[in-house]
């Protein structure tokens, strides 16, 4: 069963940092971009960063740059977000996602497996 799931968020005050990490199945993992998306009640989901299969390729929204950090080990099927500095803005849920492509989309309809979700709460 193809299967994605998040873990490490919570609650932060502002300048905080907080680490999430998605363990994926590997039908999921092998070959696939893996990103990070995220959705703050009453918006849309909006992506935040990506990175390819070998990890050589990275792509970052502009509001988390220089902020967060994403890497991946294939050897244990997973890929973790490291987030600093941490502002009220970022608060939202947070979804990883698989692509069975090369290129790094920023669009959540080319995405073909997604985790269920894990709440981060940033307080000003």
């Known amino acids: 069963q193809v299967q994605l799931v998040e873990s490490g968020g919570g609650s932060v005050q502002a300048g905080g940092s907080l680490r999430l990490s998605c363990a994926g199945s590997?039908?999921?993992?092998?070959?696939?971009?893996m990103a990070w998306f995220r959705q703050a009640p009453g918006k849309e989901r909006e992506f935040v960063v990506g990175i390819s299969w070998s990890g050589g390729r990275t792509s970052y929204a502009d509001s988390v740059k220089g902020r967060f950090t994403i890497s991946r080990d294939n050897a244990k099927n997973t890929v973790s977000l490291r987030m600093n500095s941490l502002k009220p803005e970022d608060t939202a849920v947070y979804y990883c996602a698989a692509q069975k492509e090369l290129a790094i989309s920023t669009r959540p309809l080319d995405y073909d497996y997604w985790g269920r979700g894990t709440q981060v709460t940033v307080s000003s």
């Open positions: 590997g039908r999921t993992f092998i070959g696939s971009v």
